[in-house]
């Protein structure tokens, strides 16, 4: 599985963006889908994560909740990161990543994700 990240750029604080995830091949539906973020100098973090097939569970992180959205579409083999009133901490790499290993939930760790896109840079001026 290959995952294709776009959508970043550089916003003023309050804007939106919304970040794509196009995978490759037949069993993106299979997958929990996730997005992580990485802030120079700090570790990468979970974001948000939607669970296999309907996407019916979705989780975030404290810090964005409320703020932003994931959903997904099967049909295109696409994962959306709607992300609304933007701050400057939101600044990072934001990756998309897929985990095979589930079934009906979705995790908050990187380290049950199997396949990881590029990044794509958002950069949130104050």
């Known amino acids: 599985v290959q995952l294709q990240a776009c959508g970043g750029g550089l916003v003023q604080a309050g804007g939106s963006l919304r970040l794509s995830c196009a995978a490759s091949g037949r069993t993106f539906s299979s997958y929990a889908m996730g997005w992580f973020r990485q802030a120079p100098g700090k570790e990468r973090e979970f974001v948000a994560a939607?669970?296999?097939?309907?996407?019916?569970?979705?989780g975030y992180a404290d810090s964005v909740k409320g703020r932003f959205t994931i959903s997904r579409d099967n049909a295109k083999n696409t994962v959306y990161l709607q992300m609304n009133s933007l701050k400057p901490e939101d600044t990072a790499v934001y990756y998309c990543a897929a985990d095979r290993g589930t079934t009906y939930y979705y995790s908050r760790s990187s380290d049950e994700y199997d396949y990881w896109g590029q990044g794509t840079q958002v950069t949130v001026s104050s």
């Open positions: 939607i669970s296999p097939y309907t996407g019916g569970s979705r």
